[in-house]
């Protein structure tokens, strides 16, 4: 399949994907410090890292595994904090329809927030995307995440407190600084309206979060904020 341009690209991708490669290494090494602290393995680090991939869905699985929780219980957690996923990959997929379902299938397992964050804003600039920038975009992200969280494995026994060092933050600080770098490329009035969309899911949040543990209240206050936004937009 021929690319359209240059700027879609294989090696355009992973250029593109260099900015965040910081916000991957430094989760990924957060991960890695916690999963030793969990009593996971090097290996088992290693293969939550290549098969998950996700770091809120290894953050929390790492939590319930200390804490004793069933497998069950794990597993639909994650499923149900990984559903966001689905939306993403929804938002992209009308620019690969031309491409196999096997391809398909390929961009959206490793597509991840802040892949998807590149490609939307690629996507709204350039009105397109290109199959060989999306592998080499996702490509980078996995294996940097990969190598990131087996070096904070292997460090982790070095570090017997890593919630000391700010460690367990390190997720919630990536996503401030993607969601500034998103607002910052948006015109005035999508900027306007991500503020108030922001605004929805938080006071959204607050309501459902006396009804349901926090991570379905999570999970239905920014479907419920999405809809909103499509909805406006339209």
């Known amino acids: 399949m021929r690319e359209t341009s240059a700027g879609d690209s294989f090696f355009q991708g992973v250029k593109d994907c260099i900015p965040t490669l910081l916000g991957y290494i430094s989760i990924g090494f957060a991960f890695g410090v916690v999963g030793i602290a969990s009593k996971l393995s090097i290996l088992e680090i290693f293969l939550l890292s290549a098969l998950v991939y996700a770091g809120s869905a290894q953050f929390i699985f790492a939590g319930l595994y200390v804490a004793g929780a069933p497998m069950s219980v794990i597993i639909i957690t994650t499923f149900i904090v990984n559903l966001r996923h689905f939306l993403m990959s929804l938002t992209v997929a009308p620019y690969f329809t031309r491409y196999s379902a096997l391809?398909?299938?390929?961009?959206?397992?490793l597509l991840t927030d802040e892949t998807f964050g590149v490609a939307v804003t690629k996507a709204?600039?350039?009105k397109q995307l290109g199959g060989r920038w999306m592998d080499g975009l996702n490509l980078t992200a996995y294996l940097t995440w990969i190598a990131a969280c087996v070096v904070g494995g292997l460090v982790g026994n070095w570090i017997p407190n890593p919630d000391r060092w700010g460690l367990d933050y390190a997720l919630v600080a990536m996503f401030i600084a993607l969601l500034v770098l998103n607002l910052a490329n948006t015109t005035k009035d999508r900027l306007k309206l991500s503020l108030k969309l922001i605004g929805y899911v938080f006071a959204i949040l607050y309501i459902?979060?006396?009804?349901?543990?926090g991570h379905l209240a999570v999970l239905l206050s920014t479907i419920i904020a999405a809809t909103i936004g499509v909805i406006s937009e339209k």
């Not at 391809?103 to 397992?109: D, L, M, Y």
């Open 103 to 109: 391809r398909n299938v390929g961009f959206g397992s």
């Open 124 to 126: 709204g600039r350039d």
């Open 208 to 213: 459902l979060s006396y009804f349901m543990p």
